[in-house]
């Protein structure tokens, strides 16, 4: 038998609980113990002049258990207590409670976590989207979790995984490059490009309709609760959907790529320097989309399919001739076009830069060209398939 052997990535997934009334009340009990204990345990901390984790431990640790702690969030308390030096908090507010192996489990049978609580085992069921129950499904195993009761008084578990991801097949695969932007979110060396479309647009209402918020927020006269909450509900709406958008664009992204292709990825730090010459909104909206995100479910939706992913040096790849090798500002005519001034060699800007993304990532060693990279195509012209993301 053939010992099955990937990568394996942690990540973090939070799931919404829908704990039972009597669950709820045994949550809060918990965090609300669990803060007791880490308010005693500084308490005793400052009176002794004793932060060290070790020493401390044997100073509260049974009297934390006498509370009624259980040893795990015993250690967890003195552990938050003892953490570090300098800057300490006076006191703890009750938010959230750090669980391990030993005091969680998950089940995914009937989709349930188990938790340790001031009334026991409790196996509260969970609340799931797709995308949580893709990971939890594909998880190796669960490494713990948080537990944290949101403003609203909704309860989360904010669960660590560990995911297998397979081992990409051997040597030359694909290389395709991504450049990522806003007009176009994302331009792939293959030959596809994703519009922003509505996507743009919806975003720029929630700009709009934000600012305007702000600005009666900016009146003492007009700070009410009903105007605050209002900027509460369309921060957590504009908040899911870009979320939502962005899953939707890397799954449709991961879905043209094949196991075993070769991703690449500019370094960040060459996202936002193409920014000078945009409007104000489009710079404001530029700043407020996370790139960091984007990329973060980019590169582990890829690997969980077998698809590696390399950064390379972004400098110039707007500006780069992939026909002669030709760099200047000029080259870059606007936006949306590329017309070399040395050969001549035009077209779109984006693809421009995402074939230049690929050919840096070849370069650097990683896979092959394969068909509709080299040279030749490039210049016999290749032709962009338009792709919208559905504003969901
Ligand atoms: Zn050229």
Sequence with gaps: MIRYSGFVQTLTVRCTLKPALEQAEALEATVQLFMEGCNYALRVAKERGEFRRFRLH?????????????????VQAIARVGRKKGSRAKFYQPTSVAYDQRTLSLRMADETVSLTTVKGRLRIPLKLGNYQRHLLRKAKSVQGGVLTKGPKGKWYIHLTLRVETPEPPGGGGRVVGVDLGQKALATLSAGHRFSGGRLKSVRLRYLQKRAEVRSKLDRPSERTRGLKRLWARLSGREARFVNSALHALTR?????????????LEHLTGLRGRTSKRGRKGRHLHNLWPYGRLRFLLEYKARLKGVRVVYVDPRHTSRECPRCGHVSKVNRRSQALFRCEACGFQHNADWVASVNIARRALAQGAGSAGPGHGQLALV???RLKHLHLPAS
């Excluded at 449709?252 to 690449?264: Q, S």
């Design 58 to 74: 044997h100073l509260v640790y049974k009297d934390l258990r006498a509370m009624g702690l259980s040893a795990n969030l015993a």
């Design 252 to 264: 449709r992204i991961v879905d043209l790529l094949e196991p075993g292709d070769i991703l690449a």
């Design 380 to 382: 016999l012209g290749h």
